[in-house]
Structures are given as C-alpha cells and as structure tokens.
C-alpha cells in the first residue's frame, strides 16, 4: 500500500472515531513517513499536530503512554532537523525521556527513543554547550548499541556517532578514557560500514581525529601515525586540514620542530586547494591559527606577522564571520604581549566587541569572545591606567552564559579575577578559588589559573602581611610550574612567579636559581624573558654581585633591542622603551662596579639608538660592537641609582671619570630646574645656576682628566643628562669672564646621539649645492635667505613659501649634500617621531627624515625646538637633530629652544663667515664656526644665557 493510501486509509478511520487516540496516533505516523517519502512540510505540520491532539488524549501512567510520547517526540525531531527550533527540541527531549522512562528497557521502541534523544540531546549541546547534555547523549546512545539488534543497518550509524560524541567530551575535560572509547566504536562503525557506502569516508575520517586524540592522550606517536596513514595523501583541502591536525599533535608529542614545519605547509595546502569561497576563508584561518602555533614554539616574528596579515586578508572576504574576527583579535593579542605595540590592543579588543556582537545568537560562542573582549580589556586598563570596570561587567556576562560545567567557564572565572584584582581584591580571591575548586591537575586551563591564583594571593599578601596567602601563592605557583610541561612556552612564566613568591618569602637566591635559565630560553616569550633578567639583576646588585647584575641586565638592554626592532610602529618601540626606561644607565653602573668599563661603553651604545638602528638599516660588514671614536675623545655621560660617571673614550680606551658628587635624584632636579626655567619669558638666574652646577659637577671634573692639550669634546649624554645643556656648562656672569671656568673657554663641543652615529660616513649626494627651505611668514626667514645667498650665490636652491612642501622638500634632499631649514618648529612629547620642521603643507616629521635613508654633509635647523628630547624615554635621543645624524647627515647645527631672530641671524651670518670660502660650503667647520659665534653673542649677553645656549653642533669634531 502506497503512503497515500495509508494516510487515506487512516483518515477513514479517524473520520468514524473522531477522539479516537489510536486512530489519531496511526494518521500521525502515516503523515510522518508520506512526509519522509515525498518531503512534504504540510504533512510533517499535520503529523505533530495529530500526534499532540493524540497524546492529549491518554493521560499519565497510562499503559500505552510510552508510545504516543515516542510518535510525537519523533515527528518533532524530524522537525528540528529541518528548521531548528530551540521550543521545539527541548519539548521533544521532555517527551522522549519521558518515553524511555516509561517504557520498558528492552522494549523495541528504546532504540528509536535513544537514538532521537541523543541526536537531540547533542544538538542542543552544540548550540548551548551545555556539557551535561553531551552526557545524556552518550549516556542514550549506549543504551542504543546496547539494545539494537546485531543486525540492525543502523548500527554502524550509532557506534560511528557514540564514537563521535566521546572524542568531543575528551576534547572537552581531555579524560584519556573517552578518547580510547571513541577509538574503539569508530573502528567498529569504519569495519562494519563497506568501502562503497556513502558515510565511509566520514567515519574513516572520525576514526583517524580519534586516534589522533587517543595519540595525545596516551603520549603514543603510533596513534597519531596510523591517524595520518588513514587519511593518506588526498590532495583535497579537508584530507590536508586533518593532515595539518595530526602533524600539530605529531609535534606537540616529540617537540621535532619538523612535524611543525609540515604541519604549516599542509595547512597552506589546504587553503590554497579549496575552490569554495568561505571555506577557503576558513582553511586560511586554520593556516594563520598555526603559524601562531610555529611562532609559540621558536619566536619566529615573521610567522607572528604572517598570521596577522593572513586573517586580515581573510577578513576583507568574510568580514561577518565572528570565528574569523575572533581570531584575528587572538593573532594581535599574541603581538601585543610580544612587542607591546598599544595600536595592536586596542585593534584587538574592536575586533573582539565585534565577534561578541556577531555572535548573540549563539551563547557559547559569544561567551568565549566576551571572555577574549574582557582580558583585553585588563590588559589595556593596565596599560593606560583606565579602570577594569568594562572588563569585569563583560566577564560577568561572559560567566553566567557558560554552563556551570562547561570547562571554560573556569578560565573565565580566572580572567574575571585579573581584572577584580585592583578593584576589589576580596572578590578576587574567592572567584580565583572558585576557579580552581577541584581543578584536575591536568586541566588544559590549569597553568593560566594556578598562575592567575599566584597573583592574586601575592597581591593580597603584599597588602595584608598575611603569612597565609603568601603560603597559598607558593603552592599555587607551584602547581602551575607542575602542570606545565619542560619546552612550553608558559612554563618560563610559571617560574617566574615562582621565583616572585620565593623572593617574598625571602629567598632570593633561590628566586634567581629559578629564572636564570628564563633570561636565556628561545621559547619563552620576550617579555617574560625581560623580566627574568630584570629582576635577576636587581637581586645580584642588591646583595652586591655586580657581575652577575650587569651579566642579567645587559641581557635585557640586548631583549630589548630585539624587541623593539619587532614592534610595528615607532610608537609602539618608543612605548616599549618608557617602560624599562633607565636599564642601560643600570646596565652600565654594574659593570663599572664590576670592573669592566669596556662592557659599561658596550650596553650604553646597544641600549641608546634602538629606535633609529632600527629604522636605518646597519651598513653591511658594520660590528656589533661600538665602534671606537675616530677623532677626539667622546664623553659619554651616565646616570644611575647606583652611581653617575663620565666615560672618556678614545680609540679603543675608556677611562672612567667616577662623578662622585652626583646623585640622581640632583640630576633629575636639576633638569626640573632647567626645563622650567625655558619659555617665552626665560628665568635667567636659574638657567645661570644649572650652568654652574653642571660645571661644578660634570663638565670641569670631565675637563680635568682630559687636561689642557684636548681643544675638542664631543659629549654623548645619556638618560636625563641628554636633556642638559652640558655644552654651556660654566660660569658666565661678567665678574668671571677671563677665568676660564666654563666649557666654551676650554673646548669646542659637539654632541652625538650615539658612539655609532658618530663615526658613520656621510652618503654620496648628487650634487655639493645647498638647499635652504623657508617660511616667509617666519620673520627672520627672510635674513636667513639673504645670509644664505650672499655666501653662496648661485649654489643655493630656494624652496620657500608655497614651494615648500614636503613632498618637495624630501625629493629635493635626495639632490642636496648640505640644507638650512629657516622654519618653525615642533616638538611632540606623546609621539617624539612626528616632531619636525613644519612646511607649507604639514610637518616634515622625525620619521619622515629616517625614513629616507640617505645622507648629506650638513644641516643648518635654524628653526624652534628641533634639539629638545622626549621626557618619558630619556634613553632615546628622539629629536629632529638626531634624526638627521643617524638618517647620514654628518653635521648638523640646531636649536634646544625658541630663539630671537636678530640673535639666529646674526648666528648665522657669523657661521656661514667662516664656513664658506669662495662661494663653496666647508661642512667640517661647522664645529668651530658655531663655537665663534655663539662665543661672540656671549660675550654681549653674559647675563641671558637663553640667548647663547640653545645652538649646539652635532656629529665629528673638525679634522685635525
């Protein structure tokens, strides 16, 4: 009998017993399988409907109840399978447990009952993760294979499902139990499936995902193997995406950085073989997603970078799907803590906002992106200093859509802690110790949590004294170092808060034993590795090992620089850099307490210019060691909690000139004093008194050990003292003139950024003809221009006015040896790289002039500001100065400050005096024709040094 007849049929029926239950119940599933047969949605909507009015009919603890219950229960399964609906699944999971309750446990119906309760029961644990859902339907799909016939076509189906289900729950909790039953129903479901029915491949493939799983459970190679032989060398972009799992799982069991590599390439295989559009997006994400897994296990950057601009292409195709968006925040977050670029960050945490807005209909996964939204957010607060109240209403959120056992609602718990942590540190601790209650010391989210309980513990112990928590932070740490494996990349972590509880508990030596091997190990990440050494060398130095110390903090002057070089922007390096400001100074002090000045010269010169060495590629052959002075001695002055010293180097000598009447708590003041003393109004008994000072307790001590035969000095400031006029140090007042008691009396100084800068060679230009850039709103532009041309007539090319823009002006560089810049200028303290001269159409920039790469003989800044220095990182002579000195500009003459034009003019008529000869430029005069000048305007202005100070030459001293 046709379908049609039997629903006919059934309609007779019901037509003469209308509130007949059977009959109804026989209409129902009549329309149900005409429904399966010709696919129907009127008859699947006419088959729930009878059935429900069916059911209605035979109350509780009716004997047939069970079946009624099962026909509608069924017909609704079928339902969901075509249009999920979250009412509808969950009435049918009531009325199925309720059949399967009801019936017996051998009845014929308990396999039809099982298998649509556990179909169920796991689709709704996919859409709301619900890990007790996961369990019923394993538990159901057991009693499934249990009571099925052996002959059952079915069968295979269920044990390839049952199969299924314990690899997720193992993926879920990792218990190895589930992974070696899931082995075992796949390889029962693959043997009893042929090769030619249409599911094999699917269960092959299930089977080989477990045996890989099993493989990481177990610690067993032969497992992952065998995975890897199944799947064999397919060339279609799902066969390679599995072969790029196993070869991943291949490596995290022998550590053979090989097994990586072919897992990198058969995740690029498969991206590149996919011809659908947005699975190609996702194969991308896969191949980005082990790049990251490649950059974790060697620190390569360039896989970091690869990976971020992976998902940034892919999201340019898919930019709605929220995985995607997710993990291009994860990739950025993994550069942030790396190079600690700000920009990454914040990109990171709009891209999280945007997964967790995408994804509001799925709990779970909007619960994982609200747990990635709110540890971004942490780490942002702790970086601008703005409050963690966002992150914490966010991991709030994030917690209560996790079900109570779903295993990442603990490692939301844990970020949720971090962020109460210095808000409400009560509240901490007890959610971290809701956290970690009954945590398996196996957990794949146990080293995070031990580490996060270790802060926690040791923040409250720091603020209570409490003996108890300290004890609480040592086992947690503990833990943590337990749980992490030898060779991961956390596990330096962990040792470093161990070695932090152990100090507070006071014992440093065994803190240091701990995170020596840190400073050192390629796998740890590098501000992790900073650290270590940081705090190993503040132990050393306090118990007065100063080996040891400069040992640990030249490591970190040389991380640092790495570091740096991998940040993205000049930002994000000038930000790297304020936040160990003063390391080198430190680095240096060690090791002249240690005896080795030479070693002292060695991580002051790799701990300044880090930012401009690496925007000016090192010419090819160039040392990595400083390279000795050429001409004349360099001074290199230094500051540091521990000491403060002048090094004098000349040729390969250094000799240390111990500043035994400074602190650095008077060189700070004093750059206080001078810095306040500076405006439009110039206090000048100030800047007179930090004159002095400096040549009571610099310059003259320096001056003294160099003896009355050397008549040039090119000082090389460090930290503050870079921020000092030390070229003027004297006394000036009229009453002292003839004494000799100043630096200008003595010497002519110039001034260098950097041993290095120094003694690089200026570039070849095209032409020796000088470029002078001017504003003539400026007033003294105009006299600057006569002064220029009158010397040098018709070798000097004009960009004044609206000629003077700076596409103009950099273009015009590449064909100049020597340029005067008569124009205003700009320091910015919060980006010093975008301070510069400003031309018609904007600023020409500190970047801009690095970014150039090319040289010239000199530079005339007759413009405001374009010597004054950052604040925040005093390590750095970020200035437009410097800039052009590292960019080949051999000499460069500037101002600190804002000057007169009557006094810049008459600068520079008395420097281009000298300079010129016969219509040609002698860059190499520079030195002592801006030391003549700015001797004479002293000496007509003893009373105002603001008139005299701010010009200062920078590069080599004159030949001979």
């Not at 696919?39 to 429900?52: N, V």
């Not at 796949?186 to 299930?206: F, I, M, Q, S």
Request: hydrophobic fraction near 45%; charge should be negative.
């Amino acid at each position: 009998m046709s379908h049609d007849d039997q629903v006919q049929v059934c309609r007779e029926r019901l037509a003469a017993r209308p509130s007949h239950a059977a009959a109804l119940l026989q209409l129902a599933m009549a329309l149900h399988d005409r429904y399966e047969d010709h696919g129907d949605p009127a008859d699947l909507h006419e088959a729930i409907g009878t059935a429900e009015q069916a059911l209605t009919l035979i109350p509780p603890g009716h004997p047939d109840r069970g079946g009624y219950l099962t026909v509608l229960g069924h017909a609704l399964r079928t339902g969901v399978a075509i249009a999920p609906d979250e009412d509808r699944r969950d009435r049918a999971i009531t009325l199925l447990t309720e059949a399967h309750r009801v019936l017996p446990g051998r009845h014929e119906m308990q396999v039809l009952i099982g298998d649509d309760l556990a179909m169920l029961l796991s689709g709704r644990f996919r859409s709301a993760g619900d890990p007790a859902d996961l369990d019923r339907a394993i538990a159901m799909m057991t009693v499934v294979v249990g009571v099925a016939d052996p002959d059952d076509p079915d069968r295979p189906a269920y044990a390839a499902n049952l199969g299924g289900w314990l690899h997720q729950r193992f993926d879920l909790r990792g218990q190895a139990a589930d992974a070696r039953q899931a082995v075992a129903w796949l390889e029962a479901a693959v043997t009893e499936t042929g090769a030619d029915d249409p599911y094999y491949l699917d269960r092959r493939d299930k089977l080989a995902d477990a045996l890989c799983a099993r493989g990481r459970a177990d610690r067993a190679v032969a497992d992952v193997d065998q995975a890897i032989k199944l799947i064999g060398a397919e060339p279609n972009a799902w066969a390679l995406s599995r072969l790029d799992a196993f070869q991943l799982a291949r490596f995290e069991l022998t550590g053979d950085l090989a097994d990586l590599a072919e897992a990198v390439r058969y995740a690029a295989a498969a991206a590149d073989a996919e011809d659908d559009a947005f699975s190609r997006v996702m194969y991308r994400m896969n191949h980005a997603n082990r790049l990251l897994d490649r950059f974790a296990a060697t620190g390569r950057a360039d896989d970091l970078d690869a990976a971020v601009g992976i998902l940034a292409g892919a999201l340019d195709l898919a930019p709605d799907e929220p995985a995607l968006v997710n993990n291009y925040g994860l990739a950025l977050s993994e550069r942030y803590r790396c190079t600690g670029e700000l920009s990454d960050l914040e990109t990171a945490t709009r891209a999280y906002r945007r997964a967790a807005d995408l994804a509001r209909r799925s709990p779970i996964s909007r619960a994982m992106y609200l747990n990635n939204l709110g540890t971004a957010l942490t780490a942002l607060a702790d970086r601008t200093g703005v409050t963690t109240h966002e992150a914490i209403a966010v991991h709030d959120e994030a917690a209560r859509l996790f079900p109570p056992e779903h295993p990442l609602r603990r490692e939301t718990l844990g970020n949720l802690a971090l962020a109460l942590r210095e808000v409400d540190l009560d509240r901490a601790v007890t959610t971290i110790e809701e956290a970690v209650t009954g945590l398996p010391a196996d957990h794949p989210a146990a080293t995070g949590l031990r580490t996060t309980e270790t802060g926690i513990h040791q923040a409250r112990f720091e603020r209570t004294g409490d003996r108890a928590d300290l004890g609480r932070a040592l086992a947690a740490a503990q833990a943590a170092l337990d749980a992490t494996p030898a060779g991961h990349p956390s596990r330096a972590t962990c040792l470093v808060n161990l070695a932090r509880a152990y100090e507070l508990a006071g014992d440093p030596d065994r803190a240091t034993e701990l995170t020596r091997p840190v400073e050192t190990d390629p796998v740890a990440p590098f501000p992790v590795r900073i650290e270590a050494a940081f705090r190993n060398g503040r132990r050393a130095a306090a118990a007065g090992r100063w080996g040891a110390a400069a040992d640990s903090f030249a490591t970190m002057v040389r991380l640092l620089a790495t570091v740096t070089r991998h940040a993205q922007t000049r930002g994000g390096q000038e930000q790297l850099l304020a936040d160990w400001t003063g390391v080198p100074f430190t680095a240096a002090a060690c090791a002249l307490n240690a005896g080795r000045p030479a070693d002292a010269v060695t991580v002051l010169e790799q701990g300044r210019g880090v930012l401009w060495a690496a925007q000016l590629a090192r010419p090819a052959g160039e040392p990595e060691s400083p390279p000795a002075a050429t001409a004349g001695p360099v001074v290199l002055l230094t500051v540091s909690p521990y000491r403060c010293d002048a090094l004098i180097v000349t040729g390969p000598d250094v000799r240390v000139v111990p500043l035994r009447t400074l602190t650095q708590p008077a060189v700070l003041a004093r750059m206080k004093d001078y810095y306040h003393a500076l405006g439009d109004d110039p206090d000048e008994p100030v800047l007179t008194g930090v004159l002095e000072w400096l040549w009571d307790h610099v310059a003259e001590p320096v001056l003294a050990a160099l003896g009355p035969r050397v008549r040039h000095v090119t000082w090389c400031p460090t930290g503050p003292f870079a921020l000092l006029p030390v070229h003027a140090a004297g006394y000036h007042r009229p009453e002292h003139a003839g004494a000799g008691r100043s630096v200008l009396d003595r010497v002519v100084s110039s001034y260098t950024a950097t041993l290095r800068a120094a003694a690089r060679p200026g570039a070849p230009c095209e032409t020796d003809d000088l470029l002078f850039v001017g504003m003539p709103e400026l007033p003294g532009a105009a006299k600057d221009s006569a002064v220029v041309r009158g010397h040098l007539g018709a070798r000097c090319e004009v960009l004044e006015g609206p000629a003077a823009t700076r596409a103009a002006v950099r273009a015009a560089l590449d064909r100049h040896s020597a340029v005067h810049f008569s124009c205003h200028g700009r320091q910015d303290l919060d980006d010093p790289s975008a301070g510069g001269v400003i031309l018609r159409d904007g600023v020409l920039s500190v970047a801009d002039l690095a970014g150039a790469r090319r040289g010239g003989e000199f530079a005339f800044l007759s413009a405001c500001e374009t010597a004054i220095g950052l604040n925040d990182v005093v390590d750095e002579a970020v200035t437009l100065a410097a800039a052009l000195q590292y960019a080949g500009w051999r000499h460069v003459i500037a101002t600190l400050w804002s000057v007169r034009d009557r006094d810049a003019a008459f600068l520079a008529e008395a420097i281009y005096a000298r300079m010129v000869t016969d219509g040609r430029l002698s860059p190499d005069r520079a030195a002592d024709a801006l030391h003549h000048a700015v001797c004479a305007v002293r000496e007509r202005r003893r009373n105002h040094p603001s008139r005299w100070v701010p010009f200062i030459h920078v590069g080599p001293p004159p030949p001979g």
